[in-house]
């Protein structure tokens, strides 16, 4: 059944049967040469499968080569390895060029976070932001003096209304001074945000 070529042994033709399709196909001819199956059940011999994989596999794809009585085994050898195999060199690539897709996107969002980090740092420097730390204790500093001032209000108040009012008077504006002081507490730096 196989035919050879005494010019190419075949040791050759697998060598460049890995790199050139051509070689392949000089390969499958050497192999099986001009060989065909008579029926499905050959076929499924000589492939070491079912008839039912043929049948249902592979002629249902369209695309696979010969007719009832004549399946030429070359042909169709080398139309199950292209379609077998040249699937996987591709996804192989996709791997390959994934990965590399990766490594250029992880990159560029680090050259971006490092653009973004020296960015920050020179305007601190230059004085165009402040440490949160620093703008919370000077934000308390100026509230403590507000709170100090607004307490004495009442009590600085209190001389200069008319004596029935006076000492009702004051209360109020205390309370009312107490109740601000106490929902500024109650005010986070996230709630001011």
Known sequence: MPASNPDKPLGALFVAAAR??????????????????KSLGQLASWFGVSVNTIKTGWRRSGDMPGREGAWPLAE?????????VAPAETEEA??????LDRKREADARKAEADASAKELKNSVAAGQLLHRADVEREMSEHIAVVRHTLTRIPAQLLPQLPKKLAHSTSEIVRQEIERALNLLADLSIETIE
């Open 20 to 37: 050139d399709r051509e070689a392949l196909a000089e390969l499958v001819a050497a192999v099986v040469g001009n060989a065909k199956a």
């Open 76 to 84: 169709i050898l080398l139309w199950k390895l292209r379609r077998d």
């Open 94 to 99: 996709q791997t390959r060029r994934s990965s």
